[in-house]
Nanobody, 119 residues
Framework: QVHLVESGGGLVQPGGSLRLSCAAS????????MGWYRRYPGMQRELVAV???????QYQPSVKDRFTISRDDAKNTVYLQMNGLRPDDTALYYC?????????????WGQGTQVTVSS
């Protein structure tokens, strides 16, 4: 497993922007899928956005036109640019590294970074 550290969360007003970063402790160029999941209180984690080693992306439909995921293998970092934030984007956001889009046993997770969208 790879150690992942998220940053960039915080409090923002509706319509605002944040950029989340996820720094890995080792090279990510051999990791097939990197991405972001989020969890609302009392609920299961849900996919937000993922990017494969080949550059293919997949998004939660509710964020597709507002969020952009990217990975910089040279810096061992994955980013999530979030624009047009809405109150229902408020959640704990987790960085993910694994073999597949859907998590399986043995995949890596960060500790999470809180995103709060409120006026």
């Amino acid at each position: 497993q790879v150690h992942l550290v998220e940053s960039g969360g915080g409090l923002v007003q509706p319509g605002g922007s944040l950029r989340l970063s996820c720094a890995a402790s080792e090279s990510i160029d051999s990791i097939n899928v990197m991405g972001w999941y989020r969890r609302y209180p009392g609920m299961q984690r849900e996919l937000v956005a993922v990017v494969t080693r080949g550059g293919a992306t997949q998004y939660q439909p509710s964020v597709k036109d507002r969020f952009t995921i990217s990975r910089d293998d040279a810096k061992n970092t994955v980013y999530l640019q979030m624009n047009g934030l809405r109150p229902d984007d408020t959640a704990l956001y987790y960085c993910y590294a694994g073999r597949f889009v859907l998590p399986t046993t043995g995949d890596s997770w960060g500790q999470g970074t809180q995103v709060t969208v409120s006026s």
